[in-house]
Nanobody, 119 residues
């Protein structure tokens, strides 16, 4: 069992930055990969990016490459999503998720945090 709690969402102007955090508990954090997803109103949940258990490898969807950075602190059981140069189309509820088997299927999800980017 893994519990995930996101924080750090809010309202920001276009071009601004936010950093989301996701605190994990329940299993050895350094043993599993983590992903970030988002869901805008009326749209399906979208993959944003992923980080390997060690933090060495990351992967991003094209729409956020160069603007978003995923990192993790295994000592703090926390994964981060640093979002820079935000655009109104980044407005969504952002979710972190745990991939326990490193097979690109996500077994546990946080409750989500709202990010709103105003133009």
């Amino acid at each position: 069992q893994v519990q995930l709690v996101e924080s750090g969402g809010g309202l920001v102007q276009a071009g601004g930055s936010l950093r989301l955090s996701c605190a994990a508990s329940g299993r050895t954090f350094s043993s599993y990969a983590m992903g970030w997803f988002r869901q805008a109103p009326g749209r399906e949940r979208e993959f944003v990016g992923r980080i390997s258990p060690s933090g060495v490898s990351t992967y991003y969807v094209d729409s956020v490459k160069g603007r978003f950075t995923i990192s993790r602190d295994n000592a703090k059981n926390t994964v981060y999503l640093q979002m820079n140069s935000l655009k109104p189309e980044d407005t969504a509820v952002y979710y972190c998720s745990a991939d326990l088997n490193d097979d690109y299927t996500y077994d546990y999800w946080g409750q989500g945090t709202q990010v709103t980017v105003s133009s």
